[in-house]
């Protein structure tokens, strides 16, 4: 990844609430968690999750900061890091709803055939 290069999330686009079923008038749960959050973030840095790659974020990794206070994942770039303790049970199942409701279904698929696809090549 680009370290010169950070992807702010847009507040203002519009969830993608029917994927799970959702009023579609709901604005995404997570952004009082992700914008100007330094502060919490560095409280609460033991256990750190990125709602985009969904990795574990090690709070000294993290070196890419806004004036605005918000906090840049160190492994995807984007400002969607948020602390486990905000994050509602079943935490892993509400990261990933977040993630869908954030970036659709279709956020990390690959681009190219994996190795288990390679058996169905034409040669």
């Given at each position: 990844?680009?370290?010169?290069?950070?992807?702010?999330?847009?507040?203002?686009?519009?969830?993608?609430?029917?994927?799970?079923?959702?009023?579609?008038?709901?604005?995404f749960p997570f952004l009082?968690?992700?914008?100007?959050?330094?502060?919490?973030?560095?409280?609460?840095?033991?256990?750190?999750?990125?709602?985009?790659?969904?990795?574990?974020?090690?709070?000294?990794?993290?070196?890419?900061?806004?004036?605005?206070?918000?906090?840049?994942?160190?492994?995807?770039?984007?400002?969607?890091?948020?602390?486990?303790?905000?994050?509602?049970?079943?935490?892993?199942?509400?990261?990933?709803?977040?993630?869908?409701?954030?970036?659709?279904?279709?956020?990390?698929?690959?681009?190219?055939?994996?190795?288990?696809?390679?058996?169905?090549?034409?040669?």
């Amino acid at each position: 990844m680009n370290n010169k290069k950070i992807i702010w999330f847009n507040r203002f686009k519009k969830p993608n609430n029917w994927i799970l079923d959702r009023d579609e008038n709901l604005p995404f749960p997570f952004l009082n968690l992700i914008f100007d959050n330094i502060t919490h973030i560095s409280a609460n840095k033991d256990e750190l999750k990125c709602i985009y790659c969904l990795s574990d974020v090690n709070y000294t990794e993290i070196n890419k900061y806004c004036y605005k206070g918000s906090v840049f994942c160190p492994i995807c770039s984007r400002n969607t890091i948020v602390p486990i303790i905000n994050i509602p049970e079943p935490t892993l199942e509400t990261l990933k709803n977040w993630h869908l409701l954030a970036f659709g279904m279709f956020a990390h698929r690959p681009n190219s055939i994996s190795d288990d696809e390679s058996e169905y090549e034409i040669e």
